[in-house]
C-alpha cells in the first residue's frame, strides 16, 4: 500500500485506476480550461502569517454548516457520475461522509439514486437539484428528497446551458460508457474497475431512469437530457422551487455579487461562490477570487460557503480565514473514490483534517471558528475590479 500524505498521491492512483472517459470527466474544464486552473492556482497567491510562542493546544475543527454539525467545515460537493468512478460510488462516498462527520451531497446526475444513498446510509444526506423545465419531476424530485429525510436541498444555477467541455466531447462521454474500440481498449487495462462495474446493476443514472417522462431505459435519456436544461431560467423560477422545498436551501453557482444579492432574496439559506469547478464559463475568475466580494455585498445576512479548487486543507483554511463559512470539495473526494473506493474518500478527508489542523496551529489559531483574514496575505489586485 502506497503513502498517501496529499490528494496528489490520490490522483496518481486514481489516474491508474479509472477509464480516461471518467479521468478527464473529472480532471477537466471546459473550452481552454484557464478557469479550471486559476481555481487551483489563485490559492497559492495567498500567504500565511506563522506565528509562534502561542498555545496551540486543544485546536478544534467543528463548526456548523447551515445549522447542522459537522466534524470540519468541509462538505462533499455533488459530482456527476460519481458511480462510474468507482461501482455504487454514491453510496461508498455517502457512507464515508457519514462517517467521518460531514454532508455529503447527491447529484441529481448521479448514478445510485436518492433511495439507493439512503437504503445504505443511516444518517440525512444533502440533495442537489439541477433547474430543469419540467415542473412535474422537479416537484417529484423534491418529495423524493423528503422521503429519503435529506436535511438539505442544494439548487444548482449555473446549469441552463452545458459549457464547452472538449475533453467530454472527444471522449464520447456516456454512462454507461459506450463501447467502442478506443474504449473497451481502455478499459480493459483499468481491470479492478472493470470487475467492480461487472459486480453492480447501477451503471446509469438512477435518479432520471424511470423518474422523468418518456425516459424508461438508458436510450432514451440523451433526448430527455438535450431538451431538459431550463434555459429561460429566472430568478422568480427559483422562487417556485422554493415553495417546492421547505426545508434548509442553498443556492450554489453564485459568482457575481449582483447574483448573492438575489439568492438572499429567495429565501436561502447559504450560498455557494462557485464557478462549476471551470466547467461552465471558461474565462471567469476564480472562485476564491469572487468570494470577497460576495461576502461584501451580504455580509452576514446568509451564509458563505465555497467550492472549486480546493486540494488542500491550507485551501480550506484560507477560504475560511477569508469569509466563508463552508467549503466542499469534489475533485478531491473523486480522486479518493476512484483510488481506493470507500477507504479512499476516507483518506481524502483524513488527508483534508490534518492539513487543515496543522496549518491552523502554525498560524497561531485553535479553533476553525475564529479564522479572519488577519492570517492571510493577499494581494492587493486579487479580489479584482468589480466597477
Request: proline content about 3%; glycine content about 10%; some cysteine.
Amino acid at each position: 500500500m502506497p503513502v498517501i500524505t496529499n490528494i496528489e498521491d490520490l490522483k496518481a492512483i486514481y489516474a491508474r485506476r479509472v477509464p480516461k472517459m471518467f479521468y478527464d470527466y473529472a480532471e477537466s474544464g471546459s473550452w481552454s480550461e484557464q478557469t479550471f486552473r486559476e481555481n487551483v492556482t489563485d490559492f497559492d497567491r495567498i500567504y500565511l502569517r506563522q506565528r509562534v510562542a502561542i498555545d496551540m493546544t486543544g485546536r478544534n475543527l467543528a463548526s456548523t454548516m447551515i445549522g447542522q454539525d459537522v466534524a470540519m467545515p468541509v462538505g462533499l460537493a455533488p459530482v456527476g457520475l460519481t458511480g462510474m468512478q468507482h461501482a455504487d460510488g454514491e453510496i461508498k462516498a455517502a457512507r464515508a461522509a457519514e462517517r467521518f462527520g460531514v454532508p455529503f451531497t447527491l447529484s441529481t446526475m448521479s448514478i445510485c439514486s436518492i433511495e439507493d444513498v439512503a437504503a445504505h446510509t443511516s444518517k440525512p444526506f444533502w440533495m442537489q437539484v439541477y433547474t430543469l423545465k419540467d415542473d412535474d419531476f422537479m416537484q417529484r424530485l423534491f418529495d423524493r428528497a423528503k422521503a429519503a429525510k435529506c436535511s438539505a436541498a442544494m439548487i444548482t444555477v449555473d446549469l441552463q446551458m452545458l459549457g464547452q467541455r472538449h475533453k467530454d466531447l472527444k471522449n464520447g462521454l456516456s454512462a454507461p460508457p459506450k463501447l467502442t474500440v478506443k474504449s473497451v481498449a481502455n478499459m480493459m487495462t483499468k481491470m479492478q474497475w472493470g470487475l467492480g462495474m461487472l459486480g453492480t446493476k447501477r451503471r446509469f443514472f438512477g435518479n432520471i431512469v424511470g423518474h422523468a417522462k418518456g425516459v424508461t431505459d438508458p436510450s432514451s435519456l440523451s433526448a430527455w437530457t438535450a431538451e431538459a436544461f431550463d434555459q429561460a431560467l429566472n430568478w422568480d423560477r427559483i422562487r417556485q422551487f422554493r415553495r417546492m422545498w421547505d426545508g434548509p436551501l442553498i443556492i450554489k453557482g453564485i459568482m457575481d455579487p449582483r447574483d448573492a444579492l438575489e439568492a438572499l432574496n429567495v429565501g436561502a439559506d447559504a450560498l455557494i461562490v462557485s464557478n462549476h469547478g471551470g466547467r461552465q464559463l471558461d474565462g471567469a475568475i476564480s472562485s476564491i477570487r469572487a468570494l470577497p466580494a460576495i461576502l461584501d455585498a451580504v455580509g452576514d445576512r446568509i451564509e458563505v460557503h465555497l467550492d472549486s479548487g480546493i486540494r488542500s486543507g491550507q485551501d480550506v483554511l484560507k477560504a475560511l480565514a477569508m469569509g466563508a463559512r463552508g467549503t466542499y470539495i469534489g475533485r478531491a473526494f473523486t480522486y479518493g473514490l476512484g483510488a481506493m473506493g470507500e477507504a479512499g474518500v476516507t483518506r481524502a478527508l483524513e488527508v483534508i483534517a490534518k492539513e487543515l489542523d496543522s496549518t491552523m496551529g502554525l498560524c497561531g489559531r485553535r479553533d476553525v471558528r475564529d479564522l479572519d483574514r488577519d492570517i492571510l496575505m493577499i494581494p492587493k489586485d486579487f479580489a479584482g475590479n468589480w466597477a
